[in-house]
């Protein structure tokens, strides 16, 4: 059984910054894929990027391309999502997800994930 508690949201101004990130706990996540999702009032949940833990392999979402980064600390068993030039459309809870099963045509779907954490809020101003 694993664990994830997220944090580092908050109210940031658009065009600035924010770094989230995901604590693992109740085993090490070796051999496990771990990813982001955020959904937005009234919308479905939308993949943001993914990590392999065993190789670091990083897959990214279109909406998010080019401006975030995932990357995981082994020793902290943690996961943290950089996002940077934020865009109110960015507003949204992020969900950090983990499995140990995930393959490459699924590592986009929020339903391929069977652990979840409780999700932090971002919310960019414009």
């Known amino acids: 059984q694993v664990q994830l508690v997220e944090s580092g949201g908050g109210l940031v101004q658009a065009g600035g910054s924010v770094r989230l990130s995901c604590v693992a706990s109740?085993?090490?996540?070796?051999?496990?894929?771990v990813g982001w999702f955020r959904q937005a009032p009234g919308k479905e949940r939308e993949f943001v990027a993914a990590?392999?833990?065993?190789?670091?392999?990083?897959y990214y979402g279109d909406s998010v391309k080019g401006r975030s980064a995932i990357s995981r600390d082994i020793a902290k068993n943690t996961v943290f999502l950089q996002m940077n030039s934020l865009i109110p459309e960015d507003t949204a809870v992020y969900y950090c997800?983990?499995?140990?099963?995930?393959?490459?045509?699924?590592?986009?779907?929020?339903?391929?994930?069977?652990?979840w954490g409780q999700g932090t809020q971002v919310t960019v101003s414009s």
């Open positions: 997800a983990a499995d140990p099963s995930i393959i490459l045509s699924t590592i986009r779907q929020p339903n391929a994930y069977d652990y």
């Open positions: 109740g085993r090490t996540l070796s051999n496990y894929a």
């Open positions: 990590i392999r833990w065993n190789g670091g392999i990083t």
